[in-house]
Structures are given as structure tokens and as C-alpha cells.
């Protein structure tokens, strides 16, 4: 028998392999077999687990699912697995933290944002709750942080748990994270560094992809979410158990709204994909069609094709609800 790490999130002992995966199998979730960067992404993810396998745990206290070995994907695990990146529009977490905002009656004089993206959601804040000149964010992409720079808001591409973040105690109002703790590793650090930077009397909001419905997705044929992408997978008691030890409660928290329309939409994608990772499917020859031109008629008729098999699976999900919306949001403050 081997030992079981204990959970990141709660330090609790009591945890399960729910699942174990090899380095080819996350690296086809991410390119195609035969696609160029298949090989260096295969030997990067080796590397970053030292060896050719990793497995999802989960926790029986707080529920918190995580990758081992713990370890985040860096720049170039990024670099190799999404050559391309889009950046959201309007998600469901802006507007439920805006409303909080409003409900607190907040004015905040200076904000940070963590993975800002391209910034649709600090614009959002503006001019009703802050100016972009009291807005600070961080961000990985080059062209995301020229695009905050030209908005006027201070950016830069840094890890907020460095070394130059350690002298701004106290600095920010609110702190908003949206969809990027679940990349984290490094919690203590990570819940550390957000209560020192936080203001007494300051707000934090995070979202993360909703737990009950990743686990329904791999449960019912459809995509794993798969490290080093995603390595921490979050409930309401694993943000409790994380943010306690440095002085943060959990003041709010929320399940996005079940839409059956739009998690049909996201399986036939999704159920496509994972049936991408088999060779030999109409969906891995689809995605493999080197002229874009054929692959964008291939893909969605490949997706399409799977539709009827994919029937049973929506009235499951349909019955699951109110459990399966798409994300957990979390509003968290000093604990008094
Ligand atoms: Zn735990």
C-alpha cells in the first residue's frame, strides 16, 4: 500500500485516486497525435510530473480534487498546449460579483485582478465602481497586457506570490480571480499572499469551474479535465479549509444556473473531443484533416454525428440539476 499525499487544500489525510493518467493521454487532450508540438508537449508534461503518469485525487473532508504530483503547468507547458488563445466575453461570474459589489455598496479605491485576460471584466467596473487608473492587473499574455496598458490599467505578466508583490501590504479593495486558481498550485502562497495584499475591510471574488459538473462530464463520456491545465478542482468547503489558515472566511457562495441548452452545446464539443482521443473514430480523423478549411466542415459534422448517443447523457444532467451550472463562485473577506 502507498501513502496518500494529503489534500492542498485542507491538509486532511483521507484521500482517493479517482483517476490515473499517462503523459500521452494528456497530451492528446491537448493537439492531436501527429500534430507538431505532440512530442515536445509529451516530454514537457514528463517532465513537469518526472515520470509518465499523474493521478486525480480527491478529498473525502472538503472535496477538494487535485493533480498528483501538485505541480501547475508553467509558460511553456502553456505555450505548447494552446497555441492560440481567446479570451471570454460576458460570463455568469462577472455579473453575480457585480451585484455583490453593489449589494456591499462598495467604492473600492484601488483593485487588482488576477489573469485579467484581455480585461472585459475591469471594464465592466468602470465608470460606476472605479476608474482604470485604480485598477492593477496581472496576466501571462503579452498581447492581453499591452491591450490593459493602452486601457490605462497598471499590468504586468507577474505571479502575484513573487517577491514583488511581498512589499504591497494592505494595497487593494478587491481582489478577483476568475478561472485561474483552479491552474494554481501553491496554495499557502497563493491565500497567503491574497490576505496580505487585501485592505482590512476588503472583498475577494473568485471563480472556478464547477466541481459536481467536471466530475459528471468524465463520468458520463465526455472530456476529462485534464493537468497540468487544471490541477485543483474546488468546492465551497476547500476554499473554506485553504483561506482559514490565513485569517479568510468564505462570506458568499454560488453555483452558476443550469442551462440545458448551453451544456448541450459544450458536450457535443466536448463529447467530440474525447472521442478525438481514440484512434481510428471519425472524430480523431476529423481533427487530424491538415487543410482548416475541410477540418472546419469535418470537426462540427464529426461533433454532430454523436449527437444521438449523447441523448441519455443530457436527461441525466437535466435530472442533476441544480447542481451541474457551469461554475463556483466564492465571495471572501477577513475573518473577524
Ligand atoms: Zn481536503
Known sequence: MTMQPPCPACGGTATA????????????????HGHANFEPLRQHIRQLWAGDTAELKQCSGCGFGFCWPYRAGDAEFYRLAYPTTSYPVMKWEFGRTIAALRKIGAKPRSILEVGAGDGFFLRLLTPDFCKTAQME????????????????IQASA???????????????????????????????????????????????????????????????GSLIDMPPNHVGRWTEKAFAEASRPHGLNVLEAAIEPFSLKRFARQDIYYSHRRRAQTEGTFSAQARKVKS?????????????????????????????????????????????
Do not use: C, Y
Open 292 to 336: 482548416p478549411a475541410v477540418r472546419k466542415v469535418a470537426e462540427p459534422l464529426a461533433a454532430l454525428a454523436g449527437v444521438p448517443g449523447r441523448l441519455p447523457v443530457w436527461l441525466r444532467a437535466a435530472r442533476a440539476t441544480p447542481h451541474l451550472g457551469g461554475a463556483l463562485w466564492v465571495h471572501l473577506a477577513r475573518s473577524h
Open 17 to 32: 485516486t479517482r483517476l490515473r493518467i499517462s503523459a500521452d493521454e494528456a497530451t492528446a487532450h491537448f493537439v492531436p
Open 158 to 220: 507577474t505571479d502575484i506570490r513573487g517577491a514583488e508583490w511581498g512589499d504591497r501590504q494592505g494595497a487593494f479593495d478587491a481582489i478577483f480571480l476568475f478561472q485561474v486558481v483552479e491552474h494554481m498550485d501553491d496554495l499557502h502562497g497563493l491565500f497567503g499572499r491574497l490576505s496580505a495584499l487585501l485592505a482590512a475591510d476588503g472583498h475577494i471574488f473568485i471563480a472556478v469551474p464547477n466541481t459536481f459538473r467536471t466530475s459528471f462530464n468524465e463520468d458520463n
Open 137 to 152: 492587473a496581472t496576466e501571462f499574455n503579452a498581447a492581453a497586457v499591452r491591450r490593459l496598458q493602452a486601457d490605462g
